[in-house]
T-cell receptor, first 114, second 114 residues
Framework: GAGVSQSPRYKVAKRGQDVALRCDPI?????LFWYQQALGQGPEFLTY????????KSGLPSDRFFAERPEGSVSTLKIQRTQQEDSAVYLC????????????FGPGTRLTVL | AQSVSQHNHHVILSEAASLELGCNYS??????LFWYVQYPGQHLQLLLK????DPLVKGIKGFEAEFIKSKFSFNLRKPSVQWSDTAEYFC????????????WGAGTKLIIKP
């Protein structure tokens, strides 16, 4: 079956623009995670969904970041008024069960803010 | 703050050499431990995990890791590497007081010379 997909794969935005990043998890997966990965670093947790419920958004760096998963499948990470420090790879991962277990990652979206 | 340290950012080995990649974490309670790998051009994927039981964990492709609680370590090992092991390796720790958050190391880029 299909793995986790993300779109777009690359996004260039001018500072101040809004962007929306999409994640299609593996069908039936309960858990969905968003991570931010800066160059040369490991992923950093942003937010976690269990089905449609956003159980933890403590990793979102500012109120410009917003994530949703309205029907418990596809998720969108939105960044308003992008800043240069938002430049990173945004990774989405899904897991078939609640909580910590093997996560299946997408290819990521590389966001560059000019 | 909780952190995960991977001591070597770059490792270069010849084929058939033995491998050990270090991972130390700074959380004193119960932990769940993971190693993920990212092969060139591919997504992050799980290599192995430790939740409980035997502290010596075996993963895919001949990799193993040993959890040493007294040293807060979870080092990754392979007795004889192959060129196809060229990849970036990430250690990740789930503190036991969170059901789903992972704290990631910065990664180790491993290059195997043929």
């Amino acid at each position: 079956g299909a793995g986790v997909s993300q779109s777009p794969r690359y996004k260039v935005a001018k500072r101040g623009q809004d962007v929306a990043l999409r994640c299609d998890p593996i069908s039936g997966h309960v858990s969905l995670f968003w991570y931010q990965q800066a160059l040369g670093q490991g992923p950093e947790f942003l937010t976690y969904f269990q089905n449609e419920a956003q159980l933890d958004k403590s990793g979102l760096p500012s109120d410009r970041f917003f994530a949703e998963r309205p029907e418990g499948s596809v998720s969108t990470l939105k960044i308003q008024r992008t800043q240069q420090e938002d430049s990173a790879v945004y990774l989405c991962a899904s897991s078939p069960r609640q909580g910590v277990d093997e996560q299946f990652f997408g290819p990521g979206t590389r966001l560059t803010v000019l | 703050a909780q952190s995960v340290s991977q001591h070597n950012h770059h490792v270069i080995l010849s084929e058939a050499a033995s491998l050990e990649l270090g991972c130390n974490y700074s959380y004193g309670g119960t932990v769940n431990l993971f190693w993920y790998v990212q092969y060139p051009g591919q997504h992050l994927q799980l290599l192995l995990k430790y939740f409980s039981g035997d502290p010596l964990v075996k993963g895919i492709k001949g990799f193993e890791a040993e959890f040493i609680k007294s040293k807060f370590s979870f080092n990754l090992r392979k007795p004889s590497v192959q060129w196809s092991d060229t990849a970036e390796y990430f250690c990740a720790v789930n503190p036991g007081d969170s059901n789903y958050q992972l704290i990631w190391g910065a990664g180790t880029k491993l290059i195997i010379k043929p």
